[in-house]
């Protein structure tokens, strides 16, 4: 895919920051985010981090540790309303070619004069096994607290 500034929807963005996030490509995975400094970034059981210099730095840290990593995105829901992009997705993480971990994740997206940019990315602590491998979306015995 070209690494492109100007997204032109809000899914070719999102296929840009799981490739970048593969391949450890710190200058693609920003090109997906807005340049504003209101953008926001939650990775798993972390601060809210806020800023584009901050959550740059964010990634710098997870790429230099991170290698190996795939991601297959599953049960997708995305809702538009104007120009903002809601995704939520379970991203099932795989490292060297075995599943790792299930996290669920919401990006959001902006349409500005620029193309579709990421302003938020939260991602949650691990998902129980048994949840991020099925997509029936049964959720069985599962007992939360908030």
Not at 5 to 11: A, E, H, L, R, V
Not at 14 to 40: G, H, N, R
Not at 114 to 124: T, Y
Not at 133 to 144: N, R
């Amino acid at each position: 895919m070209k690494n492109s500034n100007n997204y032109s929807t809000s899914d070719q963005a999102e296929e840009v920051f799981y490739l970048a996030f593969q391949q450890s490509d710190i200058k693609m995975m920003m090109s997906v985010w807005s340049k504003s400094e209101d953008i926001i970034c939650i990775h798993p059981g972390g601060p809210r981090l806020e800023g584009w210099d901050i959550v740059r730095q964010s990634w710098e840290h997870i790429f230099i540790n991170e290698r190996g990593i795939s991601f297959d995105v599953k049960q997708k829901k995305i809702l538009e309303v104007n120009n903002i992009s809601i995704h939520h997705v379970i991203e099932v993480i795989s490292v060297n070619g075995e599943v790792q971990s299930g996290i669920i994740a919401t990006n959001i997206y902006a349409k500005t004069e620029n193309g579709w940019h990421m302003i938020l990315h939260h991602a949650s602590p691990e998902l129980l096994t048994e949840i991020f491998q099925s997509d029936s979306g049964d959720l069985g015995e599962l007992q939360t607290v908030h």
